[in-house]
């Protein structure tokens, strides 16, 4: 089935569409602003690139779906690949991907989603206790 006709019998009613105050969202595999449009979606189109948190939480899970496979094998369509190297080696390696002719309008896209996960993953600093200065501060110790 093409793309376009997918995306046809997809865009109104799917089990990923989130319609919340006049904003359409969808939470689908693949769709890295989680925009219910055609660009970005995971169903509809043939190369998908999608870019999720590691399941043991250091580092991102890059799938990309081929283009050209059979039918009757679903599960070997995507193909999955952990970045655990940090966030500039991390992002070298998907705007290589995705430069590459493989879905280069997504490479911003990419970018950004990489670079949000890699930078939740990162351990929360504690906040330097604050002294108080003057007379009032003094007194209390």
Request: aromatic share 4%; no cysteine; proline share 3%.
């Amino acid at each position: 089935m093409s793309a376009d006709l997918t995306w046809l019998l997809i865009k109104n009613n799917n089990s990923f569409l989130v319609k919340r105050n006049g904003v359409q969202f969808s939470s689908e595999a693949g769709n890295l602003l989680n925009k219910n449009s055609f660009k970005y979606s995971g169903l509809a189109n043939k190369k998908t690139v999608d870019i999720t948190a590691a399941p043991s939480g250091r580092g991102v899970v890059v799938a990309t779906k081929k283009a050209k496979v059979s039918a009757y094998k679903p599960a070997k369509t995507i193909t999955k690949v952990t970045l655990t190297k940090g966030i500039r080696k991390s992002a070298r390696s998907v705007a290589g991907l995705t430069r590459n002719g493989y879905r280069a309008d997504l490479r911003q896209a990419a970018l950004a989603r990489v670079s949000a996960l890699l930078n939740s993953q990162k351990p929360v600093k504690a906040a330097p206790k604050k002294t108080g200065k003057g007379i009032r501060a003094a007194k209390k110790n």
